[in-house]
């Protein structure tokens, strides 16, 4: 398991929870254990959509949440391959959800599912040298510190796509 504080943390909570039920009688307040993740959950899921929150989601204290880190490089220039990853974006099965054409970064999403409550692709486009572009990818879950290595298939995906755009 690559994250064992978010398991302790939910096992904790369901104890929480059936101890203070069974001392009190009071589901209410049992219930009340599980405010705190529902809140996280419910805070993610509305602040997912934009680009400026990307350092809430990629912060290296925010251990709830699993990220993982993917580059290539291109020899197409910076501009043009913030186009055409624009263009993959769409055409494949991510939503575009915010981009920022003078930083060339793009924020791509993926819809709830069975395995994990959805990723973020967060993609930069930088140049490395006049004819060089480097594209990091970011993949973090929105909520949950495993992602069934969803993360790691959104980017073989992602590349997959791209590298079918480029051939004739």
Do not use: C
């Amino acid at each position: 398991m690559k994250h064992k504080l978010p398991f302790v943390i939910g096992i904790s909570s369901l104890l929480l929870y059936k101890l203070l039920y069974y001392f009190t009688g009071n589901i209410y307040l049992a219930l009340s254990v599980f405010i705190v993740p529902i809140s996280m959950l419910v805070l993610n899921i509305f602040l997912r959509k934009k680009l400026r929150y990307k350092s809430w989601f990629l912060s290296k204290y925010n251990s709830f949440l699993e990220k993982e880190i993917s580059t290539f490089e291109s020899d197409i220039p910076k501009e043009l391959l913030f186009q055409k990853v624009l263009e993959v974006s769409v055409s494949s099965s991510f939503n575009e959800l915010d981009s920022n054409v003078e930083t060339s970064e793009l924020l791509i999403g993926t819809t709830p599912n069975f395995w994990t409550w959805g990723e973020n692709m967060y993609i930069e486009i930088k140049e490395k040298d006049s004819e060089t572009s480097v594209v990091k990818i970011t993949s973090v879950t929105i909520y949950g510190s495993y992602s069934w290595n969803r993360n790691r298939a959104n980017y073989q995906h992602f590349y997959k796509s791209f590298q079918q755009s480029l051939t004739i």
